[in-house]
């Protein structure tokens, strides 16, 4: 069968295979040649737990984990497979990532394992833990990057949803279609007091203390363990959307969860738990976010421009190489929180951002923003619009890569 991506509403709703394996391949490629500029790291990860692997953040630590810092890395994520239904469509993007990167680890000689199942649940918690038993490994570095828009309560059963909506009074903004790059307005309505609430339950630190409390009462962390969970804060005009809404309550959760965990972890494993502030970056959930598009095409422009924009697996590298594994404490801030979106948010970036904001038209935005990148990430995110693939071809098989 012949895939092009299917959008619906700014979301792309298919992958392909192909297409997925390239980038990972291009990824990994990209990470071995920096390693190999930097030379041998002062100190590094040897088994790695991300919880999250399959995408964004959470599967460009791995990758610079692994094939940075040639640890051993668990996975877990939950993805619908591939089927070989002439009719079916395919998988979700993060299943062939996962195959694809299990299969590069493999070439490399590289010790993985991916779990496909429910990081909220208790079941996959005991299988992560009866794998590492297994492999004989203590885990030195947990990575948390879950942005589920679900959770089941593992205890009670009670299903919650998160919301991404403001709090207090409704929002107004421009976005962009993803595909075309018009520019339209919309809306959104604050979020119910329930609403707010589960969404905490969804994307703030619960399920991330329940991780941690398991595993290191199960005894697989080792003495000295990372654990770092990821974060976005952005610049006031994506406040009231984020992190004023109910996503950034979410996140204000979490951020109080690694105050409890460090000292949890400082006590029994002289150990440690942090979150990282990262930079914006296309992800399959920012499309629909109303302002984010925009914000990210005019932001991907301006650091372009002054030669300090990152992908994804760029500010991971930087994570890994100038916070976490230095050899000496890691750098956080006067909320305790690691920045490695400094240059975002640097004072000369976000000038230039926020005035051309202020000046943007549909006549206008080709030239303030670069929407050909914006629409490039969002692709990508699920394998198309990638260099050197065939989206003509057939791929007899949505479960080859």
């Not at 069968?1 to 990972?24: E, K, Y």
């Not at 692997?53 to 959470?58: A, D, E, F, I, L």
């Not at 979700?92 to 590289?110: C, I, M, V």
């Not at 992560?128 to 990575?143: C, F, R, S, T, Y």
Request: proline share 4%; charged share 20%; hydrophobic share 40%.
């Amino acid at each position: 069968m012949i895939i092009q991506p299917l959008i619906r509403n700014n979301i792309c709703v298919n992958a392909h295979p192909t297409g997925c394996a390239v980038a990972i391949r291009r990824q990994i490629k990209a990470v071995q040649e920096w390693r190999a500029k930097q030379g041998t790291p002062k100190d590094a990860p040897h088994t790695a737990l991300i919880i999250g692997c399959s995408s964004g953040y959470g599967l460009a630590s791995r990758i610079v984990a692994a094939f940075g810092f040639g640890a051993t890395t668990i996975g877990v994520s939950f993805e619908k497979e591939g089927s070989d239904s002439p009719t079916q469509i395919s998988g979700t993007p993060g299943w062939y990532n996962n195959k694809a990167f299990d299969s590069e680890a493999k070439t490399a000689g590289l010790n993985s394992l991916t779990i496909n199942g429910d990081a909220f649940s208790h079941a996959t918690r005991k299988q992560v833990i009866e794998a590492a038993q297994k492999m004989g490994k203590k885990i030195d570095l947990v990575i948390y990057s879950i942005a589920s828009a679900v959770r089941v309560d593992p205890d009670s059963g009670e299903l919650y949803r998160s919301a991404t909506k403001p709090i207090g009074e409704p929002f107004t903004g421009e976005t962009i279609d993803c595909m075309t790059g018009k520019i339209s307005t919309i809306s959104a309505e604050p979020a119910t007091a329930e609403e707010a609430a589960n969404t905490v339950k969804v994307r703030g630190g619960e399920d991330w203390a329940l991780w941690t409390r398991q595993l290191a009462a199960a005894g697989v962390l080792a003495e000295g363990v990372k654990t770092v969970a990821y974060s976005y804060i952005g610049p006031p005009l994506t406040h009231a959307i984020y992190r004023e809404g109910t996503i950034g309550n979410a996140k204000k959760h979490l951020e109080m969860t690694a105050t409890e965990l460090n000292k949890e972890l400082k006590a029994n494993l002289n150990g440690e738990a942090y979150v990282s502030v990262n930079k914006a970056i296309v992800t399959r959930s920012s499309a629909i976010i109303p302002i984010i598009p925009l914000y990210l095409s005019v932001l991907f422009k301006v650091m372009k421009g002054q030669g300090t924009h990152e992908s994804g697996l760029e500010q991971m590298e930087r994570l890994f190489a100038e916070r976490l594994y230095t050899g000496a404490s890691v750098p956080i801030d006067e909320n305790g929180l690691i920045r490695i979106d400094d240059l975002e948010m640097a004072p000369k970036v976000q000038n230039e951002v926020k005035k051309r904001m202020a000046t943007i038209t549909q006549e206008n935005f080709a030239q303030i923003g670069d929407f050909k990148g914006y629409r490039h990430d969002f692709l990508a995110t699920n394998g198309f619009d990638i260099e050197g693939v065939d989206y003509t071809a057939d791929v007899e098989s949505v479960e080859r890569i």
